[in-house]
């Protein structure tokens, strides 16, 4: 099963971000955790600060792997057209986050890609990943 983790911006400084938030594990390091412990998926990660190349990399791997992982940052609450991106494509992907934000500002509430993604995990620090894995190998 190929699945596309996918970062969006300001995730490229965990670890030295907003600590008391988001820990203090560098999402390199998360990853060689995450590949050892799935080896039967072949994954893939991609970062970017930018709302154009997580659309571009949504199309590039929308059509050929089996599910993404997508981590919107702060794109999660503003963008339509990555919502969009999500609706166009065949795969299923999952939003997840880092924080609980339920528990956060208002603004953090509102998800604009929820309703076109298969489901959402929140709050469960970088274990929010793992479980999204975990859901693809449950199917
Ligand atoms: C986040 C939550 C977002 O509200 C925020 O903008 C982020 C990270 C999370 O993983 O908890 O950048 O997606």
Redo the contacts with the bound molecule.
Sequence with gaps: MKIQIING???NLLGTREKSIYGDLSFEKYYAQLQAAFPNLQLSYFQSNIEGEIINKIHEVGFSFDGIVL????Y??TSIAIADAISAINIPVIEV???N?YK?EAF?HHSMIAPSCKGVI?GFGLISYRLALESFLQQ
């Design positions: 911006p300001n995730l981590n919107a940052g702060a999660t609450h986050h880092i924080s934000v956060r953090r929140a």
